[in-house]
T-cell receptor, first 114, second 115 residues
Framework: AQSVTQLGSHVSVSEGALVLLRCNYS??????LFWYVQYPNQGLQLLLK??????LVKGINGFEAEFKKSETSFHLTKPSAHMSDAAEYFC????????????FGTGTRLTIIP | DSGVTQTPKHLITATGQRVTLRCSPR?????VYWYQQSLDQGLQFLIQ???????AKGNILERFSAQQFPDLHSELNLSSLELGDSALYFC??????????????FGPGTRLTVL
């Protein structure tokens, strides 16, 4: 079964610093990959997705992620953190065909230090 | 606003009781998915319906059941509730169910507390 591993349940960065949230997937066939953000007491919002094509994916709010097949990774980055980025971030995976369910990682809580 | 609505927003009930969570998908979406978010299990897929029929099943307990009605809204029924069922239940919807990529749009969730 598809799975994703998020390294680091909590990450703290200073405002203006680089944000790097790590995600590795387990599949021999590149799947669909996603990053979702969850603000306190809210639902999940799609930040970006990798389906096919370009391996560097740009999302909303200045986030981007790079799909690296050789490393089975899909890390999320943002060059300069903003206070409003404080939230929980989930990496998710979906098979290319068949079952459309999303399998989520355990999440990374991002704290921004003023 | 994703266009997916869920009611109620909060639900507090006692062990042994039964509750129904309701989801209305985005206009035009045929697929509805239910997910559970708990401290113990994280975010996990429960079940998917496509145009009224069950399409896929995940880690859904036998005490839980769901259905999708002709108007495409869906209900998740949880019975014989236990303390461990306390969680945030999300509904998501997407256009199709044909296997190719369809973005899932998530509702705001229903927070269930079992006392």
């Amino acid at each position: 079964a598809q799975s994703v591993t998020q390294l680091g349940s909590h990450v703290s960065v200073s405002e203006g610093a680089l944000v790097l949230l790590r995600c590795n997937y387990s599949s021999s066939v590149p799947p669909y990959l996603f990053w979702y953000v969850q603000y306190p007491n809210q639902g999940l919002q799609l930040l970006l997705k990798y389906t096919t094509g370009a391996t560097l994916v740009k999302g909303i709010n200045g986030f981007e992620a790079e799909f690296k097949k050789s490393e089975t990774s899909f890390h999320l980055t943002k060059p300069s953190a903003h206070m409003s980025d404080a939230a929980e971030y989930f990496c998710a995976v979906r098979d290319l065909f068949g079952n459309e369910k999303l399998t989520f990682g355990t999440g990374t809580r991002l704290t921004i230090i003023p | 606003d994703s266009g997916v609505t869920q009611t109620p927003k909060h639900l507090i009930t006692a062990t042994g009781q039964r509750v129904t969570l309701r989801c209305s998908p985005r206009s035009g979406d045929l697929s509805v998915y239910w997910y559970q978010q708990s401290l113990d299990q994280g975010l996990q897929f429960l079940i998917q319906y496509y145009n009224g029929e069950e399409r896929a099943k995940g880690n859904i307990l036998e005490r839980f059941s769901a259905q999708q009605f002709p108007d495409l809204h869906s209900e998740l029924n949880l019975s014989s509730l236990e303390l461990g069922d306390s969680a945030l239940y999300f509904c998501a919807s997407s256009v199709g169910g044909g296997g190719y990529y369809n973005e899932q749009f998530f509702g705001p969730g229903t927070r269930l507390t079992v006392l």
